[in-house]
DNA sequence: GTCTTACTTGAAGCGCGGTTCAAGTCAAGG
DNA sequence: CCTTGACTTGAACCGCGCTTCAAGTAAGAC
């Protein structure tokens, strides 16, 4: 009751991945199929929400090891847990990062200054202290 | 009065950025020294504003491409303006979506739900609809 | 039976955003 | 003058996230 089997091609359209990333994606051990028709892999349709899963994580920015260690830790795993939350509290700075680069955007697109990217109100969006050249210990990782 | 020109050296030190990344926004056209010392770059410490803009935008997603689209355009330029309140759009998109994550993210990192990937709150988060296994036509470029 | 067509495989390749390397230069210090 | 050491160069290389390729296979239509 259900049986409804979809081959690699029906779940490539529906998802809109390409085939070959299913079978990457199969390779990092995110999905598999149900079993095979021939040699084709037939999924169950139940895929296609795991799948719409590692692409939103894939879009907001994890790497593929990222998901990978999501989607095989030991269920109720405390130190997967610990990493969600941390996962969470990174998106929020990027979050704010990309408020930021919205606002200047925003600014940019109607301001008026000459040379766009000399304009202090633009400027002000990326460097918290106004128009001093000083510079101090910025450890910002690389 | 101020002649306090930085080597690469410095600005690294200073921006957090790596030297062969300076020489890297060099060829892309990003920067450029305001001259030289024998072989040695000499940096106006206006190249830090600079750099802290492009390095904010690169972590804002844009790519080398169109940063230096932003950087080299005419300026007031009405298509530049254009794209910058474009990409202002988009970033919208990408804020939401961070959002989601984020929040799925934190439901995740509490939830109680077995296979954590399989708890229906947190599946909610990338599917808009319920548990239903459909899936129609999703345009999403890949 | 044979054709078509979408699948299969492993390996190689690609675009991005740099980093690393080998070999050389040169300003400053002693 | 000689050494030191941070700089210089172009070219090669890297990791990521796939895509492309060449060669092969099998299900379903005729």
New interface residues.
């Given amino acids: 009751m259900d049986g409804e089997l979809l081959d690699i091609g029906e779940v490539a359209r ?5 085939a070959s ?1 299913l079978r990457y994606y199969e390779k990092q051990g995110f999905i598999a199929p149900a079993g095979r028709n021939g040699l084709r892999r037939s999924y169950r ?2 895929v ?3 799948l ?2 590692i ?3 894939r ?3 994890f790497t593929i090891a990222e998901i990978a260690g ?2 095989r ?1 030991a ?2 795993d405390p130190e ?3 990493r ?2 941390d ?2 509290v990174r ?2 700075d ?2 704010a ?6 606002d ?3 600014h ?3 301001c ?1 200054h ?4 000399e304009c202090p109100d633009f ?1 002000r ?3 918290p202290d106004g128009g001093g ?4 210990e ?5």
Avoid: Y
């Fill in positions: 529906r998802t809109g991945l390409a990333a349709p139940d296609l929400d795991r719409a899963l692409v939103c994580a879009d907001a920015g999501f989607l830790a269920p109720g997967l847990r610990a969600l939350a996962k969470a998106l929020e990027d979050i990062r990309l408020e930021r680069m919205r200047a955007l925003r940019a697109s109607a008026a000459e040379p766009l990217v400027k969006h990326f460097r050249q000083s510079a101090s910025r450890p910002s990782r690389q």
